[in-house]
């Protein structure tokens, strides 16, 4: 237990959403709401997941993805994009950035869940300590 996921996340219905779904099944969910808070977020809590909004105030998705896989502190956190664009190319560009998948919106709030599972790192079960 104890698996903390991070959302960055600038749309309201979104964010309450994906953590609605994400405290059912047991997480810790953290909250940012642009990109500059979301970087600072990871450096300081070290999530185990990240999930990432493209489209932000402040900087895009790709650049955040960028920034956090640059950094020793945080390349090793999954990031998964979460993004509502549909054009070609946007899962490339996402995985280009170093995101370790993605997911469209809307929400399946059926399966986000299960969906986010596969991206967890495997061994949950090793208790780090934190809590
Ligand atoms: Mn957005």
Same mark, same amino acid.
């Given at each position: 237990?104890?698996?903390?996921? @991070?959302?960055? %996340?600038? &749309? ?8 609605? @779904? ?7 969910? @953290?909250?940012?709401? &642009? ?6 977020? $990871?450096?300081?809590?070290? !999530?185990?997941? /990240? #999930? #990432? ?14 920034? @956090?896989?640059?950094? !020793?502190?945080? *390349?090793? /956190?999954?990031?998964v ?10 899962? %490339?560009?996402? #995985? *280009? ?5 993605? /997911? %469209?919106?809307p929400?399946?709030? %059926?399966?986000?869940? *299960?969906?986010?599972? $596969? ?8 208790d780090?300590?934190?809590?």
């Amino acid at each position: 237990m104890g698996v903390k996921i @991070l959302v960055i %996340e600038d &749309n309201r219905q979104n964010r309450y959403l994906i953590t609605y @779904l994400l405290e059912h099944k047991g997480y810790k969910v @953290l909250q940012a709401v &642009n990109g500059i808070a979301g970087i600072r977020l $990871s450096i300081d809590e070290r !999530p185990d997941l /990240i #999930l #990432l909004d493209i489209q932000l105030p402040d900087m895009d998705g790709y650049a955040v993805a960028e920034t @956090l896989t640059a950094d !020793p502190t945080t *390349s090793n /956190i999954p990031i998964v994009a979460v993004t509502s664009y549909a054009m070609v190319g946007d899962r %490339e560009q996402a #995985l *280009s950035a170093g995101c370790r998948g993605y /997911i %469209e919106k809307p929400i399946d709030p %059926e399966n986000f869940a *299960s969906q986010i599972e $596969s991206f967890l790192p495997g061994n949950t079960d090793t208790d780090k300590g934190v809590s």
